[in-house]
């Protein structure tokens, strides 16, 4: 089952694909959104076959009210940049006008002659955590997966001490197509991450080499500030960014990007 939004006929619906069928779900918010699957009170009536439906896709929740992203957290991330890897979490914000959905066409930033793909696993938050006692209980917190993309103005983020104008601009994060819901796969601590740009594989890292794992990100955050549900977590991208290639290669016009997490699901976009 995967929980997402669409835009369809001029209207936005919350709803679920279920093998191919969406079900419009009767929710116009993130939060009831949510509450409806864990209550499990979702109403899987009418629908209609995805192939056969004019839509587009868009981000999942449409006001997450936090987005924290963590920076370096895969050790060959931080080793292309010459850094050691890291000793504690590096963590920043975007905001919700940051998000772009699935299949999204993004104008590039005028802000930036460098801009740069991160493909990075996202975490939903479906329960309350303020100051966990235990790394292990951050995964009861867990409402589901989804995929991300932390695009950066790399020229941007290198010039300034905080990373806001570089990280959060608009169309910066890429996300979808649907969130999964936690319980229905396994922990997604061994899945294969990836990007490739028009069909080049320029990322591959598996989610088992983050630094500061899932569960310890939620336990870690927790204890300064509170997350709660719809709040989303992005947990760091592998190396292979454009940026410290060699020359570098960041994102041109035109570029089709793919990205998945192997038991999440794909994420695509363009640069025009
Ligand atoms: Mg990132």
Redesign the pocket.
């Known amino acids: 089952m995967k929980l997402g939004r669409i835009l369809k006929n001029d209207k936005i619906e919350y709803g679920v694909q279920y093998e191919n069928n969406w079900y419009k779900q009767d929710v116009n918010d993130d939060l009831h959104f949510l509450e409806q699957y864990q209550q499990n009170s979702l109403i899987l009536t009418s629908h209609e076959n995805l192939k056969d439906m004019e839509f587009e896709w868009l981000p999942p929740l449409a006001r997450p009210g936090k987005i924290l ?3 370096r957290n895969y050790a060959d991330h931080s080793k292309e940049q010459g850094k050691s890897p890291e000793t504690k979490p590096i963590i920043f914000s975007k905001y919700s006008t940051s998000m772009v959905g699935h299949m999204s066409v993004i104008p590039y930033p005028s802000h930036t002659n460098n801009l740069d793909y ?1 493909v ?1 696993l996202g975490v939903v938050i479906g329960k309350t955590a303020s100051k966990l006692k235990s790394i292990n209980e951050a995964w009861d917190h867990i409402f589901g997966y989804t995929i991300c993309n ?1 695009l ?1 103005a790399r020229d941007v983020q290198k010039s300034e001490k905080q990373w806001t104008m570089g990280k959060a601009f608009d169309n910066s994060l890429p996300i979808g197509p649907y969130i999964i819901p936690s319980d229905t796969i396994p922990k997604p601590t061994n899945n294969e991450i990836w990007l490739t740009i028009n069909g080049e594989k320029r990322q591959l890292d598996n989610t088992n080499n983050m630094i500061f794992s899932i569960p310890y990100l939620i336990y870690y955050i927790s204890q300064n500030i509170t997350l709660e549900p719809t709040d989303i977590i ?1 947990t ?2 592998p190396a292979g960014v454009g940026f410290y290639m060699s020359p570098k290669n960041t994102l041109r016009q035109g570029d089709q990007i793919s990205s998945g997490v192997s038991s999440i699901g794909e994420l695509r976009f363009s640069i025009k």
Do not use: K, S
């Open positions: 992203c963590v920076g991160e990075e932390d950066t992005l760091g991208t």
